[in-house]
């Protein structure tokens, strides 16, 4: 299950049925829709506007769902993602709508971009290391080099050791800000609402800060 990081009210469940299901913490109201398969287990993320399950089904198939979220629950699309054994864990980067695949017992990392028009799910390049990950955690946005154009960084633990694992963008001018690489952020740094506000379901604007090097939260429009 996971919480939705726009309105910080609904909590998304899966089921082994295959049913997904939307449910309004304040209200006790639910919005489900039924996948095509049934599920052994699951991780469910949630990005601005859509939400990403990756799932292990029987038979040890593996398969990506995406879904939209925000007015109601849809099935946009759905990619197989070859048979295993572990359960492929996603990791977001919500403001670009790009994940990140990783598996326990496995060298891939399995990038995709996700979009509200077809195709959906677009694959990017996989990224093979070795040895296997035992496990694997994404960082934080602050801990990348914008102008080193850096998109993701992860920490691999593997039998004997802990890795640092970054990915990159091949830009040929690096002194400039890739600004299509790194638009406005939600800033996750201190609360949006407190708890009595949104016990009486007042509204917020998220906040968003500036990826640009220096320059203060306050600035960014």
Known sequence: ??????????????????E???RDTRSGTDNSVLLKCEIRSGRLCSTKDMLVLSSLGHGNTRTLHLLSCRTSLALLEEQ???????????SLDIDMNVGYLCARGEGAFLPFEFRASPP????????NTMPVQYACSMLN????????VETAKFYKLTKESLQLI???V?????????????????????????????????QYKLKKRTCV???????AK
């Open 1 to 18: 299950m996971c919480w939705d990081v726009v309105d910080g009210y609904t909590l998304y469940l899966a089921a082994k049925s295959g």
């Open 20 to 22: 997904v299901i939307a």
């Open 80 to 90: 197989d993602l070859g048979n295993g054994t572990s359960l492929y864990l996603p």
């Open 120 to 127: 959906h799910i677009l694959p990017l390049t996989q990224f």
């Open 141 to 148: 946005k602050l801990s990348r080099d914008v102008m080193e």
């Open 166 to 168: 970054t990915f990159t």
């Open 170 to 202: 091949p830009r040929l001018r690096k002194e400039y800000f890739q600004d299509d690489l790194f638009p406005l952020a939600i800033d996750l740094s201190s609360p949006v609402l407190s708890v009595s506000s949104w016990q009486e379901e007042a």
């Open 213 to 219: 090097p220096g320059m203060s939260r306050d600035r």
